[in-house]
């Protein structure tokens, strides 16, 4: 099997081009390193199957020869990010998806988009589940994510109803693990690099915000799973567990051993106060539940950033 991955060289593209290699497949990762790094492909860059394309996927992409899949993953994806870059934001969301689908459209491949939990907005429905439309504000500053995803999965449906190509859509939860960026700016990998330097941990609000955390390795094995099933409509894959970001903060300065203190800060413009999926589907279509418990990951994932961290 030949996959294209674009935003290969992401948190979670970097994962998904490593786990598709030991499967078996031929795997071309597609990235301009707008947010992503090379150091996140060095374990695959020489290895046998794997092909690297720098490419910026709002233009045209070509790619010669034969292709089964192609996953689209290329997007900034932290808030950080996308309040910086809110342009390209919106033009990979669009153009981006509409190039990837014409390319799985003229190779006969299938087509998987990595939507977001985001496409839900500040949810007045809680847990979530995929039927709900969502509570989104489209000309606020986090607007630029949101609706780039909600149309992305407009266009993925179009292509499906109307040219046949046979699409998946994944709703990514919070996800979390090695090879997160030190200033990404979400959460976790804020949290980890303040306790691990002993300094404040910002939590914005009063942190009674709500949260459901998912280790990369879960979310790898979700999309593998959504890969082979036969489904044409959104499914949640994220962890149920919920927690507010000021128990997140507090875990992590456990964990860490850490002396850092908790300060608070103004909550920015439209963040959602809750987030939890309904994973019914996943269970029900996939077989899939999150395995790795939450300690667990956080554990795995401070010893990356203290390595990191360390140079």
Same mark, same amino acid.
């Given at each position: 099997m030949r996959v294209l991955v674009t935003g290969a060289a992401g948190f979670i593209g970097s994962h998904l081009c490593e786990f598709l290699l030991a499967h078996d497949c031929a795997v071309v990762g597609m990235d301009n390193f707008i947010t992503g790094s090379a150091d996140n492909l060095a374990s695959i860059r020489e290895r046998r199957g794997f092909a690297f394309v720098e490419h910026n996927v709002t233009e045209y992409i070509g790619l010669d020869g034969p292709l089964d899949w192609v996953l689209h993953f290329a997007s900034p994806a932290s808030p950080l990010d996308y309040l910086e870059l809110p342009i390209q934001t919106l033009k990979v969301g669009a153009l981006g998806t509409h190039n990837a689908l014409g390319l799985a459209k003229a190779k006969g491949g299938k087509f998987l988009l990595a939507s977001t939990s985001e496409v839900y *907005?500040?949810?007045l429905v809680h847990p979530q589940r995929e039927d709900y439309w969502g509570n989104v504000n489209p000309i606020g500053p986090r607007g630029?994510?949101?609706e780039a995803k909600r149309f992305a999965e407009a266009m993925t449906m179009a292509y499906h109803r109307v040219h046949g190509v046979d699409t998946?859509?994944?709703?990514?939860?919070?996800?979390? *693990?090695p090879r997160m960026r030190l200033n990404d700016g979400r959460a976790i990998p804020a949290f980890m690099t303040q306790a691990l330097t002993n300094a404040p941990l910002t939590v914005f609000g009063d942190g009674s915000q709500t949260r459901s955390f998912q280790y990369i390795s879960d979310l790898i094995d979700g999309l593998w799973r959504l890969m082979h099933a036969s489904t044409n409509n959104p499914v949640n894959i994220g962890n149920p567990?919920?927690?507010?970001?000021?128990?997140?903060?507090?875990?992590?300065i456990r964990l860490t051993g850490s002396r850092s203190e908790i300060v608070f800060r103004p909550l920015p413009v439209d963040d959602p106060k809750v987030r939890q999926p309904d994973i019914s589907r996943a269970r029900s279509l996939l077989g899939w539940e999150p395995v790795v418990d939450t300690d667990e990951g956080l554990k795995r994932t401070i010893e990356w950033f203290q390595a990191k961290l360390r140079g």
């Open positions: *907005g500040d949810p630029v994510y949101d998946r859509i994944v709703r990514v939860f919070n996800s979390f *693990g567990h919920e927690m507010t970001l000021l128990e997140l903060a507090k875990r992590i």
